[in-house]
């Protein structure tokens, strides 16, 4: 059973090389099917590694969360569907969302609305100017990148209950802010077990520091293949 949750744990090398990302890949071998890519690796040659790891059959999530006018972000998406990418980030603004869609029209490539980063609550919304929670925040942005024809969104999974109503059926939910039992939180702020996230509706788990940063992490990733199975 757990087999079949592999293309549902996303593994973050939120790494600082590419000596690291490939210390991590080996390590985790045939375990792990599924890698994130984003700011911190992609400006140390990662947008060529997400191309070989692309080429040796893994898939990639580029974490690129886009934002720019829409020409800028069109152009963007064209060039990150030629290189085989599997997922991408494109935070929630409805334009930008749009000129996406059209730019991977007929690609394959899924793109993901990014709603509210896990690590913001609702002060830090507060001090960025807005007069909304982050529930009602995240919400508000569902609804508007399933109108733009998103095939997702990024949001914390203390929130994918809720927002699956809002999403419908088709549209995937990836969850950052998985963190196992007894684990340390970290930076992130509206986080969530493995089984739990998988039992609330979760299509996609992203993990970085509890498998990346473990002392065995193809033993970490199994474990959370297992408890992700179990629910």
């Known amino acids: ?9 996303i593994v973050g090398l939120d790494v600082p090389s590419l000596t690291e990302a490939d210390r991590v890949v080996a390590a985790l071998g045939d375990t792990v099917s599924f890698y994130k ?9 990662g947008l060529s590694f997400a191309r070989e790891l692309a ?55 899924t793109l993901l609305g990014v709603t509210v980063l896990t690590s913001m609550d609702d002060a830090d919304l507060v001090e ?12 508000k942005r569902v609804g508007q990148a399933r109108e733009a024809g998103m095939g997702g969104i990024v949001c914390a999974p203390t929130e994918v209950e809720e927002m699956r109503t809002v999403a419908g059926s088709d549209m995937a939910l990836v969850t950052p802010g998985i963190r196992p039992a007894g684990s340390d939180h970290g930076d992130q702020k509206r986080v969530m077990t493995p089984g739990d996230a998988i039992r609330a509706g979760s299509s996609h788990l992203v993990v970085a520091r509890p498998i990346v940063a473990a002392q065995d992490p ?12 179990a629910a």
């Open 1 to 9: 059973m757990s087999d079949e949750m592999r293309d549902r744990l």
């Open 128 to 139: 960025a100017g807005y007069a909304m929670t982050a529930r009602d925040l995240v919400k």
């Open 218 to 229: 193809k033993a970490a990733a199994q474990a959370i293949l297992d408890e992700m199975a």
């Open 37 to 45: 890519i984003g700011h911190q690796l992609a400006f140390a040659g």
């Open 55 to 109: 080429g040796s059959g893994k898939k990639i999530f580029l974490d690129m969360k886009l934002l720019d006018i829409d020409n800028t972000v069109a152009k963007g998406v064209e060039n990150i569907a030629r290189m085989g990418m599997t997922m991408l980030t494109i935070h929630a603004y409805p334009k930008a969302m749009r000129a996406a869609v059209q730019a991977a029209q007929g690609s394959g490539l």
